[in-house]
């Protein structure tokens, strides 16, 4: 079964308690730089205390109801212990909050003899709807990094990263912009493993794009407010007296389409992994969201396919987790550097319910890992090759062409690479067949015009990539040498046509877990209503529980089909989700 679109609903038995959502916002930042050569913790806590306060939100709601919490309780947990402890009363380390909103107030440099800790935020709120007591959490962890140690240390790497390397923004057919949700970006540069942004002068350079320059130092954060070309871009120069200038790019595509089109992109709670010359990872794990934003709708979460890969030369990439089910979010773990010295952690986002492929592929981070000089050696600029797409990675209606190109870099210099090798992504190659051992199993050499697929320059650094190579997604690989040692990497260009987008119409509640509800899909195409009779499309069903887990015994078989069905309040305890997947009848 080929799926060609999704639609989802969510159900809600209203006789149990409405879903909460609890955050903890903070004064200071959550990463605090020790210098133990001087003892001195910045930001330090006991001058300038940082004060956690939580939130709390109904679903759907962005009114703050804290102020209404039962009971609000705080919990520590250090980087070793694996026990939460309760915060009863004020002390010299602690201040609690007497308000309405009892907040916490960290006064000591509690990271002192820990690399992390972890506080959580326990609160009870009573619903009025049904008068039972509901129970949410929330966790913020502090981490310490420390800058410099005893002992010579070689000289670090200068790095820089953008937390958001493009976007995609959702237009009409018109190119009329709904929603800018998402098209913002932050650089940091990293000397080693330390965060050492504060030090250098950045300037915005704006091409097709408008929006707002912010964060400390200056221009380090751009947030798109509007755009004048289908393709935006902002090139970020930062300067330091001593130090090569660095340059990256944050680029900005329309994706243009029909009413209510859905726009999916990845998030994660780092732009980089830092490691000491301890090998210690800060922070020692990571996270990686995925959302979805239907036409001029409120972001929220989607539950699709992770698949996580690491990669030990900055290039190869080998698979080390994919999710079992659709999920919305994952925490991550990278390996122990004494047992694998890896150098990048790569994250792949694909379309909900179906197994990984490039078919079905989405969207793609890849976070570096960081590091300081070794001690006692000169620490050496790692070179990495860049694959990027300067007019953008999208084409539409399967027309026009984009163009791929490589960059080689070592530290924050550009260097000159040789023997340019392009592939394209190809599940039926492998090294001895339509491929080599530099592309490695599932991609297709392109050598010659007979297998080039249309797509020229591909013995140059730039590649000129028609519509007709890109079947819905494509992937290309580029091989570069560069003193004697292959690099590479990829990148990920989209044929953006009108799609079709499920939307699934009936009541979606029930009362005191009583009745049945009638839901009928209907499938529209740039606007307009098709399949009306329902003969286009086979229309499956499936059912999930609050915890996204599928109902595997429903209707006995697990599923349903039909444009049109019914679901009984017994299928759905508290909270469900019910899912229409079309396949090409």
């Not at 780092?270 to 996270?287: D, E, G, L």
């Not at 249309?454 to 013995?459: K, Q």
């Not at 590479?488 to 260009?493: I, L």
Request: glycine share 10%; aromatic share 8%; hydrophobic share 35%.
């Amino acid at each position: 079964m080929t799926i060609v679109a999704t639609g989802s609903m969510s159900l809600v038995d209203l006789s149990d308690a409405r879903q909460l959502q609890a955050f903890i916002g903070s004064s200071q930042q959550r990463q605090v730089i020790y210098n133990p050569n001087g003892g001195a913790y910045s930001p330090n806590y006991a001058t300038t205390n940082n004060v956690l306060t939580p939130q709390l939100f109904i679903a759907g709601n962005n009114t703050d109801i804290a102020s209404q919490a039962k009971s609000i309780k705080w919990f520590y947990q250090t980087n070793s212990s694996g026990n939460y402890t309760e915060i009863t009363a004020s002390d010299t380390t602690y201040t609690l909050g007497t308000g309405s909103v009892k907040t916490l107030t960290i006064k000591s440099n509690v990271l002192a003899s820990n690399n992390s800790m972890t506080y959580m935020a326990e609160i009870v709120y009573t619903d009025p709807g049904t008068g039972f007591d509901v129970t949410t959490k929330a966790e913020y962890e502090i981490i310490k990094v420390t800058n410099g140690s005893n002992g010579t240390n070689g000289t670090n790497a200068i790095m820089a990263v953008l937390s958001n390397e493009s976007a995609n923004v959702p237009a009409d057919a018109n190119g009329t912009v709904s929603s800018y949700g998402g098209a913002a970006t932050t650089i940091s540069i990293f000397n080693g493993a330390t965060d050492d942004t504060a030090n250098w002068t950045i300037t915005q350079a704006l091409s097709g794009i408008s929006g707002t320059a912010s964060g400390t130092p200056s221009n380090r954060t751009f947030t798109t407010t509007g755009m004048s070309a289908d393709v935006g871009s902002v090139t970020f120069t930062a300067t330091r007296s001593g130090y090569a200038t660095i340059t990256k790019v944050f680029t900005v595509n329309k994706t243009k389409g029909g009413a209510n089109a859905t726009s999916y992109w990845l998030s994660q709670s780092v732009s980089a992994i830092q490691m000491n010359i301890s090998k210690v990872y800060t922070p020692s794990s990571i996270t990686f969201t995925a959302f979805a934003q239907t036409g001029a709708g409120t972001p929220s979460a989607y539950a699709g396919k992770f698949v996580i890969a690491e990669s030990t030369d900055g290039s190869t990439f080998t698979d080390k987790y994919t999710s079992a089910s659709n999920e919305s979010s994952k925490a991550y773990t990278p390996t122990a550097q004494a047992t694998s010295a890896i150098k990048a952690v790569r994250v792949r986002l694909y379309q909900a319910g179906v197994t990984p492929s490039a078919t079905n592929f989405i969207d793609e981070q890849i976070i570096p890992i960081v590091a300081d000089g070794q001690t006692g050696q000169a620490g050496a600029d790692a070179v990495t090759a860049v694959v990027w797409t300067p007019e953008g990675n999208v084409v539409r209606n399967s027309t026009g062409t984009v163009k791929a190109h490589v960059d080689v870099y070592k530290g924050a210099n550009q260097v000159t690479g040789t023997a340019f090798k392009w592939y394209y992504q190809d599940p039926s190659a492998t090294t001895s067949s339509g491929g080599d051992s530099d592309g490695g199993n599932g991609w297709r050499l392109m050598k010659d015009a007979a297998t080039a697929n249309g797509v020229t320059g591909y013995a140059t650094d730039t590649i000129t990539i028609p519509a007709s190579a890109i079947p819905s997604v494509e992937s290309f690989k580029c091989v570069v040498t560069y003193g004697s040692v292959k690099y590479s990497d990829v990148c990920t260009v989209t044929d953006v046509s009108d799609p079709y987008v499920v939307t699934i119409v009936g009541t979606n509640t029930f009362k005191n877990g009583q009745g049945t509800v009638t839901l009928t899909a209907k499938v529209f195409q740039a606007g307009v209503e098709v399949d009306a009779a329902g003969t286009m499309f086979t229309y499956s069903w499936s059912l999930y529980d609050a915890n996204g887990v599928k109902n595997t015994t429903w209707n006995t078989t697990g599923s349903k089909t039909g444009k049109t069905i019914t679901v009984a309040a017994s299928d759905v305890n508290a909270r469900g989700n019910v899912v229409c997947d079309l396949d090409k009848a």
